[in-house]
């Protein structure tokens, strides 16, 4: 059987640097110049974004049932709570 793409989305600040899930269909993509983005995993459509960190990201966050990590390149520790 032959497989089709359900979506797809660039990443405009630098390549993806990781990503993770949760349990509510959300993939969380760190840019490597730029900011955290939250998508849906259905979709692709944009439903966050963690700005603010000018150095962008060289990991991928870690996402628990109700918080999620991220270290940026300029080594702050951001925290988000996620729906």
């Not at 490597?32 to 603010?52: F, I, K, W």
């Not at 049932?65 to 709570?81: H, I, K, M, P, Q």
Request: proline residues 5%; charged residues 15%.
């Amino acid at each position: 059987a032959q497989k089709s793409v359900t979506w797809s989305r660039e990443l405009p600040r630098g390549v993806p640097a990781g990503l993770a899930t949760d349990h509510h269909n959300h993939l969380y993509v760190t840019e490597s110049a730029g900011n955290m983005v939250m998508l849906s995993a259905t979709t692709g459509e944009e439903l966050g974004r963690l700005g603010g960190s000018n150095h962008g990201f060289s990991v991928g966050p870690t996402v628990t049932e109700n918080v999620g990590f991220a270290w940026s390149n300029g080594g702050r520790l951001y925290t988000f709570r996620h729906p």
